[in-house]
Structure formats: C-alpha cells, structure tokens
C-alpha cells in the first residue's frame, strides 16, 4: 500500500468558464458575446444547435455553486469573468454595474469561505462588438484587451491574487481562426491562426506589464497565461524522423506560446523554419508567421509568475507530409498524431485517457523552461450523456492521475503548486453542447431549477483533499 502525498500548501480546486456555466446570455445589461452569436446562427456548428443561453444558470444560482465547491473542500476555485457582462462594447466607455456586483457576490462569498479565487479574464468569450473591430485578427484588439485587464485589476484586485489573462491560445488560435470551428467561425487556413496568436501573445504581455508595473506593489498578486498540451512521443521510437516529428508537435502546441513567454519572447526554431520554407514554396517574400522585433520581443519574455498547464490527453506521432492545395497549420506542421487503440477512451472522441502522460509533460516543462512553479489548471475525464452518477471509471482516472502528479513532485522534483479539475459541473461544453459531461456535479437540464447532484468523483476527490494525498487502497 503506497500513500502518495502532496505538499503542504498544495492548492485543490476545480474550474469553470463564465460562457459555459452562466447563461443569462444578455441579463441585466450584458452585451454578446462571439459565443453567443456563433450558437444563435445555428447551422449544427454545435450538437443539436444548443446554446449557452440558460447552460447552469450559474449567473442566478451562484449559490448553489458555492455549496458545491464547500462540499468538495476546495481550496481554490477557478472562474472567468465574462467580458461583456462587464464591459457590454469591450470597451471601458460603457461599464455595466450589474456585472461588477455580481463578480463581487462571487469573490467575496469564496473569500469568507477561505477559498482563493482564481480569475480568468478571458475563456473564449470576446465580446461581439470587439471580434467586429477584427478580434484576434487585428493589432486593435491588442490594446483593446490591456485596457479591460487593468479595469479587473482596478476593480476585483484588492481581492484577487491570481490573475490569468488568456485560456489556452492555442485553442482558440487553431479553432476559431484557421478551421472557423469555434466562435467566431473564422476560416483563414495557414494565416489566421498565426496572426491570432502572435497578437494574443502581445495583448497577454501587455496586460502582464500593466498589472506588474501599476498593482503588482500595492496588490501583491501575480499573473500568468493558461497553456495546453498533449504529451507527444514517436509512434516508432528508433525513427529518427518520428522523433523529429514529436519534437515538431511539441513546438506547434505548447512551445508556440510557453517558449516566447518563459524563455525569449521568440518562436520555437522547428516552427519559423518549416512555415518560412513552405511560404516560400508557395512564392511568398515573407513568412506566414508573422516575426516579433526585437521590442516586442523584450515585452513578452518573462511575462508569467508561474505557469499554468491544462492536460487532457496524449498521443503517438509520425512524420506525414500533408498534400495540400492551401496553406495550412496542419501541413506546416506536417505530423500524423495517433491515439494508441490500447489507451482507454472517454467522451469526447478525442479524448485517450493517459495519467502517464502528464508526469512526463510536467518533467518536460520543468526541464525545458527553468523550473516554473505549475499549477495544473484543468484535467478532466468527459462521460457521454446520459452519464453515471456512479462514475467509477472516471474516479479510477482521478486517481491514477492525482498518482503521476505525486511522483512527479516527490521524484522528479517538478514544482506542481496545484490541481484542479475541469469541471466543477457539468457544463455547455462548446461544439459538444450538452452532450458531454465533465463536472463533479451533474446538473439536471430537464429540471428549470437545474439541480447539481454530485457524482461518486466528487465524494472521492473530497477525501483526496481533506487527506491532502491518497493513502493506497483506502481511497478506491
């Protein structure tokens, strides 16, 4: 029987996202989001065409949250703040007071419960009057989101301490703005993913600079960005070119944005080198990767107090060469990721469950960028809907998880700072709809008080933190 244990102070939470959990979609004052209009268009974007509308009514029934995080024992709580329930045009011209009392009613409740918030400034949901001055597509949108940042600070920063400016920008980047998949739906294949992550790269650092610059001495708190990643390993080990394509992946996903921000404020080498030839190729004078100057380079290295990393999967990859007609990340990128067919599946479809990944990525990172204090910011195991109450292949995940997070502290001396599980509920998860679950409490859609009910996860992951560790076989 091995009893895995955690540091002291290690932080146990769990996360939402304000578009997934709200609704009251334009209650009191809010103005839409690019969410909002991508799911009111329709067009099977989304399972059924569901909308986020109503999803857990979370904008109503905070308080039902609350109870659950207090059953769960968290120590922390992770949420985002929907920017246009705050700023209903993006901008500070108009600032909506009914938005601000409620991110107040939340903060302050978590504080008298001594559970630290942490607060997302933005988690896919751009006001729609900000994507129509160009999004992420434009250099506007980059003092745009500075100015919302430092009007969080000045308003929830007294209270807050944790602050993260952007959700996975890889996500959003890929999706939104090369294959138009997620809102706002915009297909620019081989450019638009490009140009929206450099920019969310420069409006990250900025707002990092405003808050290290005007709060960060009165405040006390830190800043920092939401990475994602799968771990990557060759499909053939003794294949030189599998193994320059695992090292490709790797500078696609997470090195794209984590090596400008801990390391240089540049790209990944791999990743200029194969979108310069192919722009060439292709009879360009320049790359499609749009190049930081030296200025810009300056503002963005170093511009995170500890690193956040959302794990979900791995995956096998061989060298491919995509034919394409068009320019593509995927055929500059130019791997076959594959799901090993003996690694258990969850929901969603993409979706391989592997605990052993995530020690190794947490090594990866500790190796490959000095060090960081980690917090695990989102880790989770979909179930299909109707789901389990009894979710106990779920929980199995939890724990062989919460295991390699253990090893990777106490053997491989990563600096893990916290885990948190995505998701508190289940909850409106994008382009899968109502259709996959997530939460530690299920929520009842059929039921107008959309009741949360706890899952047998959520009663085993309670133990985890109150023992601060899994002792063996006392916990399955």
């Not at 419960?113 to 506007?140: C, R």
């Not at 420069?202 to 405040?219: E, G, I, M, P």
């Not at 090893?407 to 893990?416: E, F, L, M």
Request: net charge negative.
């Amino acid at each position: 029987m091995e009893n895995y244990s955690f540091p002291a102070s290690f932080a146990w939470g769990a996360a939402t996202a304000a578009y997934q959990v709200e609704g009251g979609w334009d209650a009191d004052g809010k103005g839409p989001s690019v969410w909002d209009t991508f799911t009111h268009q329709g067009g099977d974007r989304v399972f059924k065409n569901q909308t986020g509308d109503v999803a857990c009514g979370s904008y109503t029934l905070w308080e039902e949250d609350l109870k659950c995080i207090k059953q769960l024992g968290l120590t922390h709580y992770r949420f985002s703040l929907s920017w246009s329930r705050l700023l209903p045009d993006g901008t500070t011209g108009f600032i909506n007071q009914k938005g601000i009392e409620y991110y107040n009613k939340v903060i302050n409740s978590l504080l008298e419960n001594n559970i630290i918030p942490m607060v997302t400034l933005y988690h896919f949901d751009m006001p729609q009057a900000v994507k129509d001055l160009g999004g992420w597509s434009s250099e506007k949108t980059v003092d745009i989101f500075e100015q919302y940042a430092r009007f969080c600070y000045e308003t929830f920063g007294d209270r807050v301490k944790l602050w993260i400016t952007i959700n996975e920008p890889y996500v959003m980047a890929r999706f939104a703005y090369e294959d138009g998949s997620f809102a706002p739906g915009k297909k620019q294949p081989g450019y638009g993913a490009y140009q929206a992550g450099h920019n969310m790269l420069l409006a990250h650092a900025k707002a990092w600079h405003n808050y290290n610059t005007h709060f960060k001495k009165q405040q006390n708190g830190a800043v920092s960005i939401v990475l994602c990643s799968d771990w990557a390993e060759p499909f053939d080990p003794s294949s030189a070119v599998d193994k320059e394509a695992t090292e490709r992946y790797l500078a696609f996903y997470l090195d794209w944005f984590a090596k400008p921000v801990f390391i240089d404020g540049d790209y990944p080498a791999s990743m200029k080198l194969k979108i310069s030839e192919n722009s060439k190729k292709e009879g360009l004078k320049t790359s499609r990767l749009p190049e930081f100057t030296e200025e810009e380079k300056a503002l963005i290295k170093g511009t995170a107090d500890f690193f956040c990393l959302n794990y979900y999967t791995s995956r096998k990859i061989k060298h491919s060469t995509v034919a394409s007609e068009e320019p593509s990340f995927i055929s500059d990128r130019s791997v076959e990721d594959i799901k090993d067919p003996d690694w258990p599946q969850c929901a969603p479809d993409w979706l391989a469950v592997v605990p052993w990944g995530l020690r190794k990525l947490l090594k990866y990172i500790k190796e490959t960028f000095n060090n960081p204090a980690i917090y695990i910011t989102e880790n989770g195991f979909g179930q299909d809907d109707p789901p389990k109450l009894e979710d106990i292949q779920r929980w199995k995940y939890f724990e062989e998880t919460l295991k390699e997070i253990s090893k990777a502290i106490n053997t491989d001396g990563v600096n893990v700072k916290g885990y948190l599980v995505w998701s508190l509920i289940d909850n409106f998860e994008w382009i899968h709809g109502y259709n996959v679950r997530f939460g530690l409490f299920h929520v009842d859609y059929d039921q107008a008080t959309l009741p949360r009910t706890p899952y047998l996860s959520a009663l085993k992951y309670s133990n985890v933190v109150k023992k601060n560790g899994l002792g063996g076989h006392a916990d399955t």
